[in-house]
């Protein structure tokens, strides 16, 4: 490994720390939301679409999101590693490709993806409560026996 990977390794394990990115894959519909700054304000700008591609490389990975705003596609490509942007993963999809180019070409219900839905796998497991929360119950004071009421018949 030569200087400059061991360098962006470094980097990478830093800003990895700080922040923990979900994960997510082409196919999967994400909002991100970006710090943009205008003049001497900053405002959060949410960007939502579905993820087409995303590249692995080391720091400098990268994703693109596709959305469609007002009848047109919106194509927005973000550094994976960036402090300005903070994702969510809004809903995982069915895909079988890695770079989904081909949406560019469809339109309405043809661009739809299927939503990945997960099971459960049908095992309930009731968890024994700990020996330091039973309290250990105190034994009730024996009530007198009720004194019956004779009624004149």
């Given amino acids: 490994m030569n200087l400059l990977q061991s360098f962006e390794k470094q980097q990478l394990n830093k800003l990895t720390e700080k922040k923990k ?11 991100v939301m970006v710090k943009v700054v205008e003049g001497s304000r900053e405002r ?21 999101v596709r959305k469609i705003s007002y009848g047109e596609g919106v194509e927005r490509i973000f550094p994976l590693y ?37 099971r459960k796998t049908g095992l309930d497991l009731i968890l024994s409560p700990k020996q330091e929360d039973i309290i250990p119950a105190e034994p009730l004071a024996e009530e007198p026996p009720a004194q019956e009421i004779k009624s004149e018949e």
């Fill in 21 to 31: 990115n979900p994960t997510f894959r082409a196919g999967d519909t994400l909002k």
């Fill in 44 to 64: 959060v700008q949410a960007f939502e679409g579905v993820c087409i591609a995303r590249k692995n490389a080391g720091i400098n990975s990268s994703f693109t």
């Fill in 82 to 118: 960036s402090p300005n942007i903070e994702i969510k993963v809004i809903r995982k999809g069915i895909v079988r490709r890695a770079k989904l180019y081909y949406l560019r070409g469809l339109t309405g219900k043809k661009a739809r993806i299927s939503e990945k839905i997960s």
